[in-house]
């Protein structure tokens, strides 16, 4: 079966790599607003969701058109890391702007957040549909491939950070150096944002994205059980 990486981060598919898995890679861009009172919880379970949902539109888009060039099994990798305060309510994500990246870090000084990861595999299969369709009035039908969901399972793996106090000028610098921009709760462990954390308690690979352990298990999971 083959493995795609639904996902535009250079960190997941650099952690991914490192399992010396062949995969190849496919971005998906949804919107990631969340919703009025949405919990952390089904936040981060509906994000990994659409993402594969939008990765299976744009594959069956993609089947229609050179159905030869993909394999007939699939298992769709996706995933969503946010922070998540002491509240257990508020979320952190990427931040807009400079304002919205120092509100999250005065949240987040001197004190201790969670870092949460959602990965879910999708095990799709090439199999003939059958659509309805009318054509100058008479009724037809017409039978074509489209990949369908088999089998699906999510995992969602929790890391504590904790961050030393945080200065104006300290924030101010490290907005300027653009790493925060394209992170969840605007910093990045794998970076100069290490220099904010004090301690960790978990996944570190969990931090940076993509829990890789704990994906690996997933993925032997779902082929195992659907492989010869
Ligand atoms: C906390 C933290 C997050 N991040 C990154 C991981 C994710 O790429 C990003 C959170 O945004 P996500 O929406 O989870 O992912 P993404 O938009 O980068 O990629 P995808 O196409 O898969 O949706 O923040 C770090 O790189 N280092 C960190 O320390």
Redesign the pocket.
Known sequence: MDIVLA???P??RELLERAQLDFSIL??DID?TQYDNESPKDYIERMVIT?AEAAIQKLNETSNATTSDLAEQILILT???I?VLPDGKTVLV?PIDREHAYSMWQQMSDSVHE?WTAVQATHIQLLPITSEYDVSKHNASMTHPAFQIIKQQQITERTEVSFIPLTPQMMSNYWDSGEPA????G????GL?AAWVSRINGSYTN???LPLSQTLALIKTLTDANLD
């Open positions: 996902s535009g981060s960190r997941r971005s998906v990631e993402k995933s969503d890391t922070g990427k870092v394209d992170k969840a709760g910093y990045g462990i794998q944002g931090v940076v994205g």
